[in-house]
């Protein structure tokens, strides 16, 4: 049996990128889904070879809460962003997604922390900078509007 990092895993989860990187929304969340469905059989079974890599299994739940986002399921991507958070803390692309959401839904204290774990993670995400500064900008705004 083929585990999640065995030729077929690695493959559905390259298969999935490829259909990402085409704009293939629909069947590129299916494969991601099937990846991360694969990690958690896996991971129970707990069989040799059976373990996903931190950053693959991040990479594939960053990405389907990418589609999610982009299909406006704000609350749906924000679970898989956090999910991505906790199989690797360290990357920091799931918590500008998440931080994206947080400011779009005025969640501006939520979005800060977010914004600024990346910038601990990473201080040269200029997305992130960007974003933060905006973040600060609207909270000031709203708390001045007193809403």
Do not use: W
């Amino acid at each position: 049996m083929d585990g999640p990092q065995g030729p077929e895993g690695r493959a559905t989860l390259a298969r999935a990128q490829a259909r990402f990187q085409q704009g293939d929304y629909a069947a590129a969340e299916a494969l991601f889904s099937a990846y991360i469905r694969q990690c958690a059989c896996a991971a129970a079974a707990g069989g040799p070879g059976g373990k996903c890599s931190p950053e693959d299994l991040a990479t594939a739940y960053n990405n389907r809460g990418q589609i999610k986002y982009l299909r406006v399921d704000f609350y749906e991507a924000m679970d898989d962003y956090t999910s991505a958070i906790e199989v690797q803390p360290s990357f920091e692309v799931p918590y500008y997604n998440r931080g994206l959401i947080l400011y779009r839904l005025g969640c501006f204290d939520d979005a800060l922390e977010d914004f600024k774990k990346v910038l601990d993670l990473n201080p040269g995400f200029q997305d992130a900078i960007v974003s933060l500064k905006q973040t600060i900008l609207d909270k000031e705004e709203k708390q001045r509007r007193n809403y």
